[in-house]
């Protein structure tokens, strides 16, 4: 599982207020990704990482913000979480080595 | 933009039957194709990835094809087993870009 934890793992909260979800890894891999997965849609990626201080968007940012200030943690922030972010949120990372990628074990999130 | 479609979006099979799932790119740049198998409540994971140099590759009761004229590679499953039920996806991506498309998901269902 290339020791990726997500923190939270499940998280309720209200429409309007500010939530940060944890993504750390232990594998010292450069590249760190969130995607979120929602029924019908797949895995859409919202924003990555290729290393430290250094990230991009994906398909689906609006609304999202990310922020990596250092190799094993990637955090994403939903500013001001709305009904439409309501998903399971997944991290992953490559090492840039090899291709593979390994996910964390997912964040349900429920914005009411 | 850059799009992967995955067909079918669910299958049923006997157990003992083969499953196949399709998948079709857009971007002919594209030349890492991996497959990953999510079980319910679990994070995806990989089960085995092509490469375009590679028309085919097997592993154990798994394989995968690859028709880079058509854009389209295949998941096979030999002699299906109830712990193969699980959602399938597919992705495609660039070798050494580690940013990946992937299909919206097939849920396979192998009755016992």
């Known amino acids: 599982d290339a020791g990726i934890t997500q923190s939270p793992r499940h998280k309720v909260t209200e429409t309007g207020t500010p939530v940060t979800l944890r993504c750390h890894q232990t594998?010292?891999?450069?590249?760190m990704y969130w995607y979120r997965q929602d029924p019908g849609h797949g895995l859409r990626l919202i924003h990555y990482s290729y290393g430290v201080k250094d990230t991009d968007k994906g398909e689906v940012s609006d609304g999202y913000s990310v922020s990596r200030s250092k190799t094993e943690d990637f955090l994403l922030t939903l500013e001001s979480a709305t009904s439409s972010q309501t998903s399971v949120y997944f991290c992953?990372?490559?090492?840039?080595?090899?291709?593979?990628?390994?996910f964390g074990p997912g964040t349900r999130l429920t914005v009411l | 933009g850059e799009n992967v479609e995955q067909h079918p979006s669910t299958l049923s099979v006997q157990e003992g039957d083969s499953a196949v799932i399709k998948c079709t790119y857009s971007?002919?740049?594209?030349?890492?194709f991996p497959w990953y198998k999510q079980e319910l409540g679990k994070r995806p994971q990989l089960i085995i990835d092509?490469?375009?140099?590679?028309g085919e590759k097997k592993d154990q009761r798994i394989a995968v094809t690859l028709n880079k004229t058509a854009k389209h590679f295949s998941l096979h499953i030999t002699e299906t087993q109830p712990e193969d039920s699980a959602v399938y996806f597919c992705a495609a991506g660039l070798s050494g870009t580690y940013k990946y498309i992937f299909g919206t998901g097939t849920r396979l269902k192998v009755l016992a």
């Open positions: 971007d002919s740049a594209s030349n890492y």
């Open positions: 092509i490469r375009s140099n590679v």
């Open positions: 992953a990372t490559v090492s840039g080595i090899t291709d593979t990628q390994y």
């Open positions: 594998e010292n891999h450069r590249y």
